[in-house]
């Protein structure tokens, strides 16, 4: 079915029907791509201040069948709030519905507008001593709409879940232009489908999220961290079981660390302290999260004792204050602006079952080494699987050189993953850059299945088109 | 669109399909509602032994129109096994699909097929000294393709979640016939829509499951287990939440009991020893898993002096040993079954806001309390905002005078919970008994997305027909 354009005439409509503040003129910010690659399109540009005034924008839109770009902190890494292509779309900005809704200590529940800001969302929590533990590294902008509508993932999915595993209940807009009303507060409700967590990460292709009841947790007593080198790959997952072993729950985030990502901040990014006068291979950063009368830090000693014991840890550095903790996670956070600053040929966010980490790293160091002599930082969330594959031209090098090959080296990446039962986006989505991608490698069944939902839910196809699935 | 019986017409197709000992003649027992209400229909027995068999016996089903009844232990409680009207279906059991495909200690997952019963899992995890933390009663019998396609809840889910929770990835039959093959090991995978929720919680409507990678946990190094009496049900709460800022995340049960059910236990069930002399108005069962350097004992002291200090506790037991710890649980779990010995006229399985469950219980006894001298049980898992709120007659009096009464109590209840923003099936789902109650109280968007779902994926309405959704 053909789409035609927020142009002159459409947003002349909205006028009669939201009140004049709502629209504004496009801007070229909310068509960007923060890894600045392509340029979006914008026809029409709506500010609303109410679900009842997104519920009119998107009955409009269906009605004109004009696309519709939720847009929420613009932080998306895979281009799905950049329309590159197709009619311009009217993209609705949640932004001034940034409303904590509700707090309830009580229940350990937070009610948020989809446009509140994720570190508003955690300070709200802090003011009544709970955590809520999403945490990455856009927290500053990006907004819980789009954590949603990604399924974002971060540094504290091993032990909170990811985004969907935080929400309770959601408000949204469906693509009729239909309020749903599901802002439950409840932590248990098996009445119908799982509409919740069909919206969650459909990247805005099924409806706008305009609010959420989602979940807090206790604020640990204590909180430890260290980093610490192991003699491998294999000896970092067993290191992550021996934690376990030790203090159960209560290891808050294991991140793994190559090499590489130590050279790149050296050369790139010197201010940023190291711990280790030699960057080692491989080295985690583990940090736990405790109850009332456990030390912190006398269990990562414990455990780093036991890990050397069995060959699993060389060395490592255990946090002694707050201000050591922050060091620590400094050299962890820096690390994709150093790739950013380096400047990759092909980036990749996989997982593959935990046990197969090991073996996918040293496979796929082979498989690129036979194409030349690329860079390779390997990092992230090895605890959940979920490793960020970044290849780099050699030192001294352009990668623009280099990115003719790109497509050939994340189709070497993607193919191992796939040949380990893997995901080929476990955190950021596929939004339109993996459209192409996704119908590669996803399961035949699984894609009629979301054709078919998509059809019945917005059979005439305004929402985000091209994202998730192309057009 | 009309559907035909499961005949002897349909049946020769099928024997032409697969193996011959997959059909059996139809037996009554896979037609039996667990609480003896209504008996169901049968045309067609199958029990196949892998997923290409179910695929195929779904296809025959679909060209032939036949409805597809999916089987696993049988113990729902809302009658979604049950078809008690429309055409005789083809009912598919899972039974002889119930093997541990595999377990992964190191990553923490079990792969099992649908048929496995739930007890054989929990096994399977114990074995590797791991935990699958899905308990409730019927844990014995129940399969987890069941457990999964409804969801259940159980009295770990304030610490561990619900089956959703639990679920990584699904093996499934779709409604054509299609194998969906989702059954990934992964942590983390956003790779398009939710289908794995989606299926989970649909109760047979939308497809079979199959098989399923599940999450284990590590096992608490030690367990401490209290009763403890408490003031009132809004103590109840503030308990939960100290003992929450005492151990954190540690709490792993937290039921609770009202006077009645002990009364009732005291009544039919005169064995189970119960923990205090007079049964109290309200108490409450509390289980702590923690992991190593904590004393399990100690910190339920600790918490029962401050309760009392803060004047939420009266009297209380701690478990000193692990035969204590069961003789506090036979408390909780023979409940149900006194409750069933003296027979309800109306039973409900209900949550609100957990912060509510005090003017729930207070608001609903009076509102019942205006329509006859009832006694009632609520009981349940507070700490999910839970009850189970069950209606029994006068002492010596009969149910089946109060029979008339049934729906006007269950309105009164339902009603009230729809107030409170609460769910009206918490924990056992919608099956053909609460079909039209979600008519009345599921938002109308959802509902409408529901049937569009459904239609989309089912157009045909052979799955389960008359379950979640009158046809």
Known sequence: MRLNAADEVFATRLKTLVPEDVLRTPEAR????????????????ALPRDVHQVSTLVKAAAEARVPVLPYGGGTGLVGGQVAWDGPAPLVISLERMSA????????????????????????AAEAVDRLFPLSLASEGSCRIGGNLATNAGGVNVLRYGNTRD???????????????????????????????????????????????????????AGQGTAMIVVSSAAAALELLALARSIVGDGVSAFELIHRQGLEFLTEVLPDVRQPFAEPPEWCVLIE???????????????????????????????SQSQAQRQELWTVREHIPEANRLIGSIASH????????????????????????????????????????????????????????????????????????????SAEHGIGRLKAKDL????????????????TALDPAGIMNPGAVMRV
Chains 1, 2 share one sequence.
């Open 349 to 424: 966010d996989i997982s593959v079952p935990i046990s197969l980490i090991p073996e996918f790293v040293a496979e796929a160091g082979k498989r690129i080494a036979a194409n030349g002599q690329f860079r390779i930082n390997a990092f992230g969330h090895a605890g959940d699987g979920n490793l960020h594959y970044n290849i780099f031209p050699p030192k001294g090098q352009s990668r623009d050189a280099f990115k003719p090959m790109a497509a050939d080296l994340t189709r070497i990446v993607h193919d191992l993953v796939h040949e380990m039962d893997g995901s080929i």
């Open 30 to 45: 909310y068509a960007q791509d923060p890894r600045g690659r392509r340029a979006g399109q914008i026809g029409a540009l």
């Open 166 to 220: 935080l929400c309770l209940g959601l408000e949204a807009v469906l693509p009729n232009g239909e309020i749903w009303n599901g802002l439950t507060r409840l932590r248990k409700d098996n009445t119908g489908y799982d509409l919740r967590n069909l919206l969650v990460g459909s990247e805005g292709t099924l409806g706008i999220i305009t609010a959420a009841a989602v979940k807090l947790s206790p604020v640990p």
């Open 288 to 318: 736990l999260g405790l109850g009332a009368g456990l030390d912190p830090g006398q269990m990562l000693e414990q455990l780093f004792e036991q890990a050397v014991a069995q060959d699993l840890a060389l060395d490592g550095v255990i």
């Open 100 to 123: 904590i809704r509700g707090v309830y200590p009580t229940e350990n529940v937070l009610v948020a507008e989809a446009g509140a800001v994720l570190d508003d969302i955690q300070a």
């Open 439 to 454: 119908e590669r490698y996803g399961d035949p069944t699984k894609l009629a299945a979301m054709r078919a939902i998509k």
